[in-house]
């Protein structure tokens, strides 16, 4: 059974920063993408951040390119996004997820996603 435990979310001022956990566990193969997702109040699912665990491309969404960081530890099966220089509007619910069809250039989409952990809320205050 996949399994997706996300942590490290909390309250922090405007230009802090957080580092967001998702450990992982039961894929049976290295044939998956894992990533972020956030979810504002009254907006949709928008894919933030991922990267494909059998060739390491990745995807970052422009907004946050030059202040968001994902990275692994494959060793531990753990995933971060390392969130630097956090402004107001990065406030949301933010899940760790995997899509077994990802590949770069495709979108990151919640539509392709199979599997999804809890999300961890962020609030970044003005």
């Known amino acids: 059974e996949v399994q997706l435990q996300a942590s490290g979310g909390g309250l922090v001022q405007t230009g802090g920063s957080l580092r967001l956990s998702c450990g992982v566990s039961g894929f049976s193969s290295d044939h998956y993408a894992i990533g972020w997702f956030r979810q504002a109040p009254g907006k949709e699912r928008e894919g933030v951040s991922c990267f494909s665990r059998s060739d390491g491309s990745s995807y970052t969404m422009d907004s946050v390119k030059d202040r968001f960081t994902i990275s692994r530890d494959n060793a531990e099966n753990m995933v971060y996004l390392q969130m630097n220089s956090l402004k107001p509007e990065d406030t949301a619910v933010y899940y760790c997820?995997?899509?077994?069809?990802?590949?770069?250039?495709?979108?990151?989409?919640?539509?392709?996603?199979?599997?999804w952990g809890k999300g961890t809320q962020v609030t970044v205050s003005s």
């Open positions: 997820a995997a899509d077994e069809q990802w590949t770069y250039g495709s979108s990151w989409s919640p539509d392709g996603v199979e599997y």
